[in-house]
């Protein structure tokens, strides 16, 4: 199995460009998240999406914007890319959702992460 | 909000010593305490998780500890091997919340 796939691995942008991370998971998880991570500030969750269909705000979600496309893919979105956005970002998945909330449903599966550089 | 902090931010030890990482979370509503490790170059991955209703767990080399009066929790690794060097983060969340919020991470070199 695959797991959480996130493409690109890297990408350097010029500020103001903009684009889109992709993320897909093939373990039928209900939930998806993307994270970004910057030394000394842990894990800091963008958005998450509880079900296909919804999608919710994190502790930063300013600048960014998120698609549910189906079960299995939940894209990321920098319209306007900023130095500030400069970033490893983790795209993530669990079982918790719809139906399922036992145990091991909040454990996340993380992707293997996207380097992005904003000049 | 929601805080964890996490400490030390850099631990360095022997290889066969022990290694403790503590956290602390401010959301008195969480009651689940997961931990991950990241290697390099790698997302994190889950190692141990403990709920609020235990005060304990173990799995091998590896247990957590709970006190959710004080709202520590802390992770101790015993008989450390050079490839238990890694970045490990605690985090803290609620049944149903969907938002698991981490430490800044602890960076561990277990030296050979």
Redesign the interface.
């Known amino acids: 199995n695959a797991g959480?796939t996130q493409t690109p691995k890297f990408q350097v942008l010029k500020t103001g460009q903009s684009m889109t991370l992709q993320c897909a998971q093939d373990m039928n998880h209900n939930?998806m998240?993307w994270?970004r991570q910057d030394p000394?500030?842990?894990?800091?969750?963008i958005y998450?999406s509880?079900s296909e269909g919804t999608t919710?705000k994190?502790?930063v979600p300013n600048g960014y914007n998120v698609s549910r496309l189906n079960k299995r893919e939940f894209s990321l979105r920098l319209e306007s890319a900023a130095p500030s956005q400069t970033s490893v970002y983790?795209c993530?998945s669990s079982a918790?959702g719809r139906g399922f909330?036992g145990a091991g449903a909040?454990?996340?599966t993380?992707?293997?992460?996207s380097r992005l550089t904003v000049l | 909000?929601e805080n964890?902090e996490?400490h030390p931010?850099t631990l360095s030890v022997q290889e066969g010593d022990s290694a403790v990482i503590k956290c602390t979370y401010s959301d008195s509503a969480s009651n689940?305490f997961?931990w991950?490790k990241q290697e390099l170059?790698?997302?994190?991955?889950?190692i141990i998780?403990i709920r609020s209703n235990v005060g304990e767990k173990k799995d091998q080399r590896i247990a957590v500890t709970l006190n959710k009066t004080a709202k520590h929790f802390s992770l101790h690794i015993t008989e450390t091997q050079p490839e238990d060097s890694a970045v490990y983060?605690c985090a803290a969340?609620r049944?149903?919340g969907?938002?698991?919020?981490?430490?800044?991470?602890t960076r561990l070199f277990v030296k050979a």
Do not use: W
Not at chain 1, 40 to 45: A, I, N, P, V, W
Not at chain 1, 110 to 113: L, T
């Open positions: 959480v939930s998240y994270y000394g500030m842990g894990l800091r969750l998450y509880a919710d994190g502790e983790f993530a918790e909330s909040n454990v996340l993380f992707g293997a992460g | 909000g964890v996490q931010s689940y997961p991950y170059g790698k997302g994190p991955q889950l998780d983060f969340r049944t149903g969907f938002k698991t919020i981490f430490g800044a991470g």
